[in-house]
């Protein structure tokens, strides 16, 4: 059974530079598009879905705790790092690029979500430092949920240029 308890050294510390790269990342992302970029109804739907697990993990991780002094803690650190420094490069790259084009610069031209990357790590490395499957299990929804949004996005490119 996961732990649960309130405390000062618990998951939610991890979480909150995550939530200050998103809201950056949100306000990135309306600057940059303009008025014609639309999404289809399953990609919003996908979407919507996309944040249950994202606030059940945030909301979670209050209630989680670290598990300091152990080689988990520090392991875990490290992926969680490795994923903060490359979404907050991403969202940076994204930031900088001109409007209404497409991002080629900097880590979108290794991926063209390096944001979904980053995210993806952070998750891990709260899944390592905590030792928790739950929070595993619902990292692996928000794996499977991306997946579905980008095969969405490339379904509605691909008939669009048809």
């Known amino acids: 059974m996961p732990a649960f308890e309130l405390g000062i050294w618990n998951a939610w510390i991890l979480v909150i530079p995550m939530l200050i790269i998103f809201f950056s990342d949100i306000r990135a992302t309306v600057a940059r598009e303009s008025g014609d970029f639309q999404l289809t109804k399953k990609e ?5 879905v996309i944040s249950l697990p994202i606030v059940i993990s945030f909301i979670y991780a ?17 992926i969680y790092l490795l994923g ?8 940076l790259n994204f930031a900088s690029a001109p409007k209404n084009r497409l991002v080629t610069k900097g880590l979108y031209r290794v991926t063209r979500n390096p944001v979904y990357i980053g995210v993806l790590l ?7 430092t905590c030792i928790s499957w739950l929070y595993l299990l619902l ?21 669009q240029r048809s």
């Open 122 to 128: 952070m998750q891990i490395g709260i899944v390592v």
């Open 44 to 48: 919003r739907r996908i979407l919507n």
């Open 139 to 159: 990292t692996v929804v928000l794996l499977i949920l991306f997946n579905a949004i980008l095969s969405a996005r490339a379904r509605g490119q691909r008939n």
């Open 84 to 91: 903060i420094t490359i979404t907050a490069v991403a969202v």
């Open 62 to 78: 209050v209630f989680l705790p670290l598990q300091l002094d152990t080689t988990w803690l520090y392991s875990g650190l490290i």
